[in-house]
């Protein structure tokens, strides 16, 4: 990077931040009501985020003033391929009790999140978490996030198991190696803080001092089965298989959710062809973009500083150019495969062992007990008597791994008991959908997410049955806000919080994530987004295409025949 780049204010506040240490350690005394600003920003790269709860806001006091706002913090663990152990995540179950809200959440992106925990016990739910052998460092912050994998548990499989395993040494790979984590939040073996008394900076051979523009994202998967939506990240990697091996990627880069509404150079993008990598130089590539990125990214601007716009500044072939620089030879055309489908992996499968895996819908990621519903109640029922690993899906379901058949009839059982759906008992569009937390916990967030798409789902379910498309696969993902955490830019139908109460609805993305939508119509209230789609519904149903999804057929259609249909 030049030396006569600007930097924002952000970047120099990391170059000076000790490593990621800032003041947080002073902050940690309990008189301190939150975090200051600097600090805040620190926070993420250690996994977790400043919040406070918006349900709160403007509420008063006994005495008639006005109250403050409630803070508290949102704690996200980084698992590569959504992989863990059931002693993990029934770790992370009583932790949600004993320093959260009482629910835990599977994440979009394969990880795991606390929410409502106090200032007075981040350290301790940090030190919890870090006695799983999971961890919350660069979860979050400006350096590459939790890297993303097909979590299909298929044993006996060397592409699955290849693919998993790199997908652990990408995420090892890029970790930071700054000292902060250690020396802020954890203990060491005598049960001391593992502070020193002096700063001492180690070297980051990949983020150097400035760590990274903004967040970098992974993704690995296969052309028959693209469920973690690799063309969303800044890298996707769509694995080749060749006689049953796995003998390489093709490279997608500058892939990208957010959107600035206010800033029209910004914009979302999915991932774009790049080249084909054999498996055994796909780490050495990937480390060459990360770092042609970071020389070369945006440090003035962080609406401007993600890949997708370097790639728009330079186009593809001019980064691939750059790219080779760093790499140390040239990079060939990408290998012919594409992008063919998806699977949600929920349900019983067959495991390839001998034994099964259990996929389970978690709808939204959240689990937690709520009336005749007992999610949380019921997976440590199972968890603590079956064991097994277990594995968090990109649409925040759940797999519970290694089960033997003769007890698939008692799992089953349990599962009724506790109010769990079976996975043929959910409709394809609701196993298909996503939301983010938004309200009350993000504060970015302008409506509900969460909280509103279970019953916008009810209202689309009966939109397909209306027009005879009931069991119809459509992929519906919503959001708070135009960030794009649950990726509303890619699938069938896109809703995007636009005020409160109202979202921005986007057609013509698809089930496999490899297009972004159109904007169909803006401003449409909650209740009334199932029937600002149905006349489109009853449109693909009348004619549509042998084989074609809503989202193809939206985008065959285009906007304007779309609206002229809707206004008959």
Not at 173 to 200: C, M
Request: hydrophobic share 35%.
């Amino acid at each position: 990077m030049s030396e006569e780049v600007k930097l924002s204010k952000v970047e120099i506040l990391k170059r000076d931040s000790r490593q990621l240490r800032g003041t947080i350690a002073e902050e940690l005394d309990p008189e301190t009501e939150c975090f200051s600003g600097a600090n805040v920003g620190f926070l993420k790269h250690h996994g977790t985020y400043q919040q406070d709860n918006r349900d709160e806001r403007g509420q008063k006091n006994d005495d008639g003033t006005k109250a403050g706002k409630a803070y508290m913090m949102m704690v996200r663990s980084r698992i590569p391929g959504g992989k863990l152990t059931s002693d993990c995540l029934l770790a992370e179950l009583d932790m949600c009790e004993e320093f959260g809200n009482g629910t835990l959440r599977i994440t979009s992106r394969q990880g795991l999140q606390l929410h409502g925990v106090m200032k007075d016990d981040l350290q301790a739910t940090i030190r919890a978490i870090s006695k799983t052998t999971l961890t919350t460092l660069g979860a979050c912050g400006d350096v590459n996030r939790n890297v993303m994998c097909c979590p299909a548990p298929i044993r006996g499989n060397a592409v699955h198991a290849r693919l998993q395993e790199i997908s652990g040494q990408l995420a090892h790979h890029f970790r930071p190696h700054t000292t902060a984590y250690q020396e802020i939040w954890l203990k060491d073996e005598d049960g001391n803080d593992e502070k020193v008394a002096e700063f001492s900076p180690v070297e980051e051979p990949i983020y150097g001092e400035l760590y990274l523009p903004r967040k970098f994202k992974i993704g690995l998967a296969l052309p028959e089965d693209n469920c973690v939506d690799i063309l969303a990240y800044d890298l996707g990697l769509l694995g080749i298989v060749e006689n049953d091996e796995l003998v390489g990627f093709n490279v997608y880069v500058g892939g990208g959710q957010g959107i600035t509404p206010a800033q029209k150079k910004t914009f979302a993008a999915v991932g774009l062809k790049m080249t084909y990598v054999p498996v055994d130089q796909a780490i050495a590539l990937a480390e060459a973009i990360v770092k042609c990125w970071s020389d070369n990214g945006n440090r003035e601007d962080r609406k401007q500083a993600r890949l997708k716009y370097l790639i728009r500044d330079w186009g593809v072939a001019g980064f691939k150019t750059k790219v080779e620089e760093y790499f140390g030879s040239p990079l060939p055309e990408p290998h012919s495969a594409e992008i063919t489908d998806i699977d949600d992996h929920m349900g019983w499968r067959e495991q390839g062992d001998g034994k099964l895996y259990l996929g389970l819908n978690i709808e939204n990621g959240r689990i937690k007990d709520e009336g005749d519903l007992r999610i949380k109640t019921g997976l440590r029922a199972i968890l603590s008597k079956f064991k097994g690993d277990c594995r968090l899906t990109a649409k925040q379901g759940l797999i519970l791994c290694d089960i033997d058949p003769a007890s698939k009839d008692e799992i089953n059982g349990l599962l009724a008991e506790h109010g769990i759906k079976a996975a043929e008992d959910v409709t394809l569009l609701r196993r298909f959908s996503m939301a983010c937390p938004a309200l009350p916990t993000c504060g970015l967030s302008i409506t509900e997410s969460e909280r509103a798409l279970p019953s916008v789902i009810d209202d689309l379910e009966a939109q397909l049955e209306k027009n005879g498309l009931a069991g119809e696969r459509l992929a519906v993902h919503m959001t708070g806000c135009p960030n794009g955490c649950a990726r509303p830019y890619n699938p069938d139908i896109g809703l995007v919080g636009k005020a409160r109460g109202k979202y921005t609805v986007y057609l013509g993305g698809n089930t496999l994530g490899t297009r972004i939508g159109f904007i169909f119509k803006d401003m449409v209230p909650q209740e009334d987004i199932g029937e600002a789609v149905s006349p489109i519904l009853g449109y693909f149903k009348a004619e549509r295409s042998i084989g074609e999804s809503f989202g193809d057929f939206c985008h065959r259609k285009g906007l304007e025949d779309l609206l002229a249909k809707a206004e008959e």
